[in-house]
Structures are given as C-alpha cells and as structure tokens.
C-alpha cells in the first residue's frame, strides 16, 4: 500500500497536479508561532531540536557589519556607562550598524561555585548553598540522571531570583521550592522559549528554604544554577543609537555576556532578552542571529535609544543593526484571506507537506447557521480584521469571496480561515509561518483552524460555549474570528506574544484565555452589550516565552504594513 501511495503521489506531480499527503497523527507546533488552547502542554525538548537547524542557518547568512565600535570605559573601570542614562554615544545613526566591543567586570557579588557533591537528592541531604548566610549569590552546575533531583540549601533575604539554563544539554528543567516544613513555596515549570526556567520569589528573611532541579518528562543533562538574593554588583554596558520612526532594529551579542537589553527614549525597557530565538523569522529576514542573546525592536519615533549588555564576565561582542521596513523597498502588502478551502505546504510549521483543508461553509452548521448567515459572519469577520490592521492605504486587504485568488503572486501574504487539526496535522487552534519585525518575507501563510472554535460548547475555545438566546451569534463570531485572524497578522508582521493573564487585553495575547480573545465582556455571553474591544496595544511580553519589558504591537503592525 505504501508503495501504491508513493507511485500515486509521484504520478500528481509528473502531471502537474498538487500531492496532497495524509499523516496518522498530528504533530505539535511550536507555541512561539501558534495560538494554543494550553500553552503549557508543549514537550520543550522536542521543540528546541527542531529550532536548532534553523537558527544555525540564520548565523551563516546574517552578514558582520563592517563598522566595529570599542567601548571606551576601561576594561578595569565600572560605573560610566551602566544605564540608559549614561549610554556611551557613538555614531550609529550614520553607519546604521556596527558590532560594539567591550568587556564587562565580574560581579564580586556572584561566586561561580563548581559542582555539589551528590547525594542531594532531598531536603536532608541538600547542598548548603550559603546563599542568604555567608554569601549573596552563587552560580553552579549539576546534572539531572534518570529518576535523579538536585536540591539546594539557602537562606531567605527577601526577593531571591533562581534560574536555571541548559546549553548544549537535552535536560528540560523544572524548579520547585520549599520551606522547611517541606511546604512548595513556589514552582516554574520553564519557558516556552526554551528548557530553562527562572522564578523570582520573596523568601521570608532568616528562614531555612530548599531549591528543588528535575527535569520533565524524564529528560536528563546539564545545567547551570544561580541563586541570588537582592540586587547584586554586575557590570553593565549601555550603548546610544539614534532611530528613525519605523527603523527595525536587531540585536545579538556573542562572548561573556548573556543578557541583551533595549531601552527607549524615556529610558523604559522595551525588550530584555537572555535567548536566541531568531528561528522564528522568515529567511528574507536581515536581522541578526545566533547569539547568547538576541533581540529586535520597531522605533515609534526619532530619537535616541539604547542596547546594552549585562550578565557575563569578560569580551563581548554586540552586533546592532538598524533597517526600513520590508514594504518600504518591497512595494505594498496584500493579505489575502482564503475561506474556500486549500492545498497549504504545511512544512513550514513542522507538517509533512501539503494538505487540503475544508472551506469556511462546511462549519456552519456547527454554529447552527445556514449559508447567508454564513456570509454575514464572513462581512462581520473581515471587518473585524480591518479594523484590528487599522492601516488603510498601507495593506490591501482582499478575500476569496470577493476577490480573484492572488495567492502566489508577489507580495501576497494569505490566511487560511477553514480546516481541522486532522486536515492539517497541525495540533492548533491559528498558527503564523514566521515572527517578521519589519515584515521583510511578503509571501508567507497563516492559518486559523475551525474544527476547536465549532466543537461542542464546554471547551475554552469553542465559540459554541459562549452563546446564548441573546446573543448576536453574527457578531460574535465575526469579532471573535477576526480577533484570531488578526493575531496571526500580527506574527506576520512583527509581533511576538504578550500577557494574557494581565489586566490589559491585548491582540496579541498568548493563548490560554480564550475569553479574553474572545472580546466576551463581564456576563460570560458572547455577543451582549458588555463585549470588548481588541486591539493591538503596549502590553509586557508573556513571561514563559523569556523577553521581558513592554512590547508595542501597534506599532509593529503599523509599520509591518508600511510603505511609507
């Protein structure tokens, strides 16, 4: 049957026609790129792998600049330019790239401590850190075996941050701790960004705590520790860059340190990151890769900002570039939603090839509609979209209802509204191809699956679940639709995922608060006076996908859609 199955496949493609696979199982996406019921229920390991081969592709092709900036404080000397206040000017906004050199001063604060001894596999036998006694910090390693745990003895002192990283290692990290009764204090699982984890938790001063390392799902390896106590005494370098509104900068730092920080003109922290997730974008993509820590940024204004670096002892080398965005040189976007079904190449989100999804129509009757409600939910939903996108003039927005299809044409982008997880062997609700700050891959796909968002009411992300007799069912599923959708035009124009468990909704949250996205207001009932309104917006990034500081979706959609 297998070899009737590839002869009839390779007999499609012989006659010009799409091969359109089939899998038994789906696979899990990377929840970086996707909107996920449960975020948290992603195997870690097996989704950094498949990052690996993709950011090693972005370090050979991302070029150095050619300018080369050396610090001018002393090797020898801290304090003269370790905040945003204190940036050491230079002369990027002529150059718009340049690699800054430099070295950073070891904090006398923070020993490296080698390895404990084993057995430490419990509160009795733990390894006495001295952490909140006879010292402020340590950094250590350890190794996680089968069945094996690690723990650690500190003293409280208050706000106390424990973290743990993982290069080059399969180990997935989990971190709990205790008191001395043996009470769990506070527990982190790790990010969805990586196999680390990192919690900060308020320690009662004087009282005993232990420092709990495992690993999930039986994964073993490496690790490296760091439990500190306070505020401690590293060096910091921060480096000025004039931006122009719109400029995308990219950031990536190699050698000693291992945290990359942007600051705005107030001096606010708009990006701080400690990972390298530069897989995400598409391969059209200038901006940098492949180091400790990279980042980027959209500039919502002229002015001066600043990068810097922290969390490390010795060289770095810190590669900052500045470009226009894509649609500026490429010609305007256009996004092309396609609710009639199609043949999408889903190995670019991990699939195995080409798939045919179900058109809109055939989940109508999911929501109990007949087909010319159908066609208002479709006016309702991309309406919805317009005005979640908000740049007219600078994006076209067609559909396959009122439009000849452009897919594969240049500068066509499309979303895919229709299809089930079964269709596309793709284990989500939406899912974008690429993160583009800056928009520069003009021809990409993006997904929104309706099998989960027409099950049975009683889920989280079944629409059925939030109707009601008063609802205006149209509406509802118009905003809510066009809320996803958006939120995968989001990724496709710059945008990563920012807190959705916080007081602030924004269209970018990360899924797990279906409600939320949902725009269903205080009662519980879609469709009802109290619904909300959702808009791209400043909001935190999401915590467990390791960036910190403030993200500016609006600002990344605008000027992702920009030609001017």
């Known amino acids: 049957m297998r070899l009737q199955a590839a002869i009839a496949a390779t007999a499609l493609v012989l006659s010009g026609q799409t091969a359109v696979h089939a899998a038994p199982e789906p696979i899990q996406p990377d929840p970086v790129l996707a909107y996920l019921e449960d975020p948290g229920g992603v195997d870690l390991a097996k989704v950094v792998r498949s990052r690996e081969a993709r950011t090693r592709a972005r370090v050979l092709t991302t070029p150095r600049p050619g300018h080369t900036h050396g610090e001018r404080e002393p090797a020898s000397v801290r304090g003269r330019n370790d905040s945003p206040w204190t940036a050491e000017r230079t002369d990027f906004g002529r150059h718009r790239a340049a690699v800054f050199t430099g070295s950073l001063l070891a904090d006398p604060t923070m020993p490296v401590v080698g390895e404990f001894a084993e057995p430490n596999d419990s509160a009795q036998t733990a390894s006495d850190t001295g952490v909140g006694t006879t010292r402020r910090a340590i950094r250590t390693t350890g190794a996680i075996t089968a069945q094996d745990q690690d723990f650690y003895r500190l003293r409280g002192a208050g706000l106390t941050t424990v973290g743990t990283i993982t290069p080059g290692s399969d180990l997935d990290t989990a971190l709990t701790v205790f008191d001395a009764a043996g009470v769990e204090v506070a527990t982190a699982d790790n990010t969805i960004a990586s196999t680390d984890a990192r919690l900060d938790v308020e320690l009662t001063a004087g009282a005993d705590y232990f420092v709990r390392v495992t690993g999930v799902a039986a994964t073993e390896g490496t690790y490296e520790l760091?439990?500190?106590?306070?505020?401690?005494?590293?060096?910091?370098?921060?480096?000025?860059?004039?931006?122009?509104?719109?400029?995308?900068?990219?950031?990536?730092?190699?050698?000693?340190?291992?945290?990359?920080?942007?600051?705005?003109?107030?001096?606010?922290?708009?990006?701080?990151?400690?990972?390298?997730?530069?897989?995400?974008?598409?391969?059209?993509?200038?901006?940098?890769?492949?180091?400790?820590?990279?980042?980027?940024?959209?500039?919502?204004?002229?002015?001066?900002?600043?990068?810097?670096?922290?969390?490390?002892?010795?060289?770095?080398?810190?590669?900052?570039?500045?470009?226009?965005?894509?649609?500026?040189?490429?010609?305007?976007?256009?996004?092309?939603?396609?609710?009639?079904?199609?043949?999408?190449?889903?190995?670019?989100?991990?699939?195995?090839?080409?798939?045919?999804?179900?058109?809109?129509?055939?989940?109508?009757?999911?929501?109990?509609?007949?087909?010319?409600?159908?066609?208002?939910?479709?006016?309702?939903?991309?309406a919805t979209i317009r005005e979640n996108l908000a740049v007219p003039g600078n994006v076209r927005l067609l559909n396959s209802r009122d439009h000849a299809d452009l897919w594969g044409r240049k500068n066509v982008s499309r979303l895919v509204v229709g299809g089930t997880i079964a269709e596309s062997g793709i284990q989500t609700v939406g899912i974008a191809q690429t993160i583009d700050p800056g928009n520069f891959g003009h021809e990409e796909t993006a997904m929104l699956l309706l099998d989960r968002l027409s099950g049975p009411a009683g889920t989280s992300v079944s629409l059925n679940t939030y109707l009601a007799p008063q609802s205006d069912k149209i509406a509802f599923l118009g905003r809510a639709l066009g809320n996803v959708a958006a939120h995968e035009l989001g990724h496709l124009s710059g945008s990563w995922h920012q807190h959705q468990f916080n007081a602030h909704d924004t269209l970018m949250d990360q899924g797990g608060n279906a409600r939320a996205m949902f725009a269903v207001g205080a009662d519980g009932i879609g469709g009802t006076a109290d619904d909300t309104d959702m808009d791209f917006g400043e909001d935190e990034y999401v915590p467990n996908e390791g960036f910190t500081g403030v993200e500016d979706t609006a600002t990344r959609t605008k000027w992702g859609y920009s030609r001017r």
């Not at 890769?289 to 060289?315: F, I, K, L, M």
């Not at 080409?354 to 509609?369: A, D, Q």
């Open 226 to 382: 760091t439990l500190a106590a306070g505020e401690g005494q590293g060096d910091r370098d921060f480096f000025a860059v004039d931006l122009k509104a719109g400029d995308v900068l990219g950031a990536s730092v190699t050698g000693a340190a291992r945290k990359l920080v942007v600051h705005d003109t107030a001096g606010r922290l708009v990006v701080g990151s400690q990972q390298d997730l530069s897989f995400a974008l598409p391969p059209q993509s200038p901006l940098p890769g492949g180091g400790n820590a990279v980042a980027d940024y959209v500039a919502p204004r002229d002015g001066r900002y600043s990068v810097g670096v922290e969390d490390g002892t010795g060289r770095y080398d810190l590669t900052v570039q500045a470009f226009r965005p894509g649609s500026e040189k490429a010609g305007p976007q256009t996004v092309f939603v396609d609710f009639d079904g199609a043949v999408v190449d889903t190995t670019p989100f991990g699939g195995d090839g080409n798939r045919r999804l179900s058109p809109f129509s055939s989940f109508l009757r999911n929501w109990g509609l007949s087909e010319q409600d159908g066609d208002a939910v479709l006016s309702a939903t991309l």
